[in-house]
């Protein structure tokens, strides 16, 4: 989601153009039930399957569904086993280090990730608030903060595990 949010609005470039995908929203709102923008969701059939062909599926179709690459990226660094059940945090990390500045060969001063852990969550809605989406480890999972509500004081995630994990707090 954070790829393909920078994907859309800052670099065309960081996530090939092969993996797009057209919207199927039909207005200019938000909704918050969308799968993440920009990048085709691979089919119900290929990935709905046992490990063993879901691995096959992501070796045969990583040049068409961005998801199988990072899974394929993934797979490459840490081993077939966090896949397709995801990452923890660190490694998610790591593979989004290896993405960006190995893969896509941007540098450091080019695109900056903040690893520290001083006052995470004023930096976190800062960032929101000026638009700027944010990764976090949250009890060992890897999420995406986009959305920060300043009535109820509540940042907003999206987990990446389906239509009832996004735009959560």
Not at 17 to 23: F, Q, T, V
Not at 39 to 56: F, G, K, L, Q, R
Not at 106 to 135: C, F, H, M, W
Request: hydrophobic share 35%; aromatic share 18%; glycine share 6%.
């Amino acid at each position: 989601m954070l790829l393909s949010f920078w994907d859309t609005y800052w670099d065309d470039n960081i996530i090939s153009e092969n993996y797009d995908a057209n919207s199927l929203l039909t207005s200019d709102c938000f909704d918050f039930s969308a799968d993440s923008p920009g990048v085709e969701m691979e089919p119900y059939s290929i990935a709905n399957v046992s490990d063993s062909v879901y691995h096959s599926n992501v070796f045969t179709y990583s040049n068409q569904y961005f998801q199988f690459l990072l899974i394929s990226m993934g797979d490459s660094l840490y081993g077939t086993s966090a896949g397709s059940y995801g990452m923890v945090y660190n490694n998610y990390s790591d593979l989004f280090d290896y993405y960006v500045y190995t893969y896509k060969g941007y540098s450091t001063t080019e695109v900056q990730v903040i690893k520290e852990y001083t006052d995470v969550r004023n930096k976190a809605i800062n960032l929101i608030k000026q638009g700027i989406p944010v990764k976090l480890g949250i009890e060992g999972h890897a999420v995406v903060a986009y959305d920060y509500d300043e009535t109820t004081d509540s940042i907003y995630c999206h987990f990446g595990w389906g239509e009832k994990t996004t735009h959560v707090n």
